[in-house]
């Protein structure tokens, strides 16, 4: 059964910064576009950030020059680092491929709560 692990969340005060890592299991993860997604309280999820198979980067215009995305294929994982962080990114993080519906699974998340 396909696994999608998050972790890395926590509580940080604005400007800070946190760094998410996603494990994935029993899927052969190297070809697979994958992304980060959020959702916040009362409001739908979105995608904040996908690498390819091939390692080209897209971004949300919201999280643009302060989140990177990255992906480790002998890990099975991919990563996204958060910098200058904003109340208005508190949301649960969630990794998944893009589109989200290829694997039909979604992991627990990780909680990000920015508040100072």
């Known amino acids: 059964q396909v696994q999608l692990v998050e972790s890395g969340g926590g509580l940080v005060q604005p400007g800070g910064s946190l760094r998410l890592s996603c494990a994935a299991s029993r899927i052969f993860f190297s070809i697979y576009h994958m992304g980060w997604y959020r959702q916040a309280p009362g409001k739908q999820r979105e995608l904040v950030a996908d690498?390819?198979?091939?390692?080209?980067?897209n971004y949300a215009d919201s999280v643009k020059g302060r989140f990177t995305i990255s992906r480790d294929n002998a890990k099975g994982t991919v990563y996204l680092q958060m910098n200058s962080l904003k109340p208005e990114d508190t949301a649960v993080y969630f990794c998944?491929?893009?589109?989200?519906?290829?694997?039909?699974?979604w992991g627990q998340g990780t909680q990000v709560t920015v508040s100072s």
């Open positions: 690498i390819t198979n091939g390692g080209s980067l």
């Open positions: 998944n491929t893009v589109p989200s519906t290829v694997l039909n699974y």
